[in-house]
Every structure is written in C-alpha cells, then in structure tokens.
C-alpha cells in the first residue's frame, strides 16, 4: 500500500508539477518571462469580453432580445 501512495506523490510532484517548478525557477531569473502566460491569458479574456459585448450590442440593435422578465417560466 505505501508503493501505491509513493507513486502517486511521484506523479504529482516530479511529472505534474513540472511545469510550475519550471515557472518557479524562471522568475528567479526574469520575473517577465515567469508571468507571461498570465499576460497572454488576460489577453485572451479581453478579447473575448470586447468580442462578447459587440455580439450583445448587435442583438439590441436588431431588437430580437427577449428583455421581458416573463420570458422565462421559473420567473413568473
């Protein structure tokens, strides 16, 4: 039973978490390079908010949204 579980800690600790090990060592030398997924992920976020809100701005200017609060049975 204790092989069962060390092999589970090396799953986690030497294959898993490679990456923010590698993450960790990196920002020790370059904190920019360390946090550059972080800025590509609020990029991406971005994007798909402004994206989001042209999509919403097109379905109010052709008036097919539904804004009735009865437009759904459970808000009666």
């Known amino acids: 039973m204790t092989a069962f579980f ?17 993450l960790r060592h990196l920002e020790l030398i370059t904190w920019f390079g360390a946090n550059t997924i972080n800025w590509i992920f609020m990029i991406i976020c971005a994007s798909a908010i402004v994206y989001w809100i042209k999509q919403l701005r097109i379905f109010d200017d052709a008036g097919t949204e539904n804004q009735d609060t009865t437009a759904h049975s459970f808000l009666k």
């Open 6 to 22: 060390e092999g589970i800690q090396y799953l986690f600790v030497n294959i898993l978490f490679a990456p923010l090990d590698f």
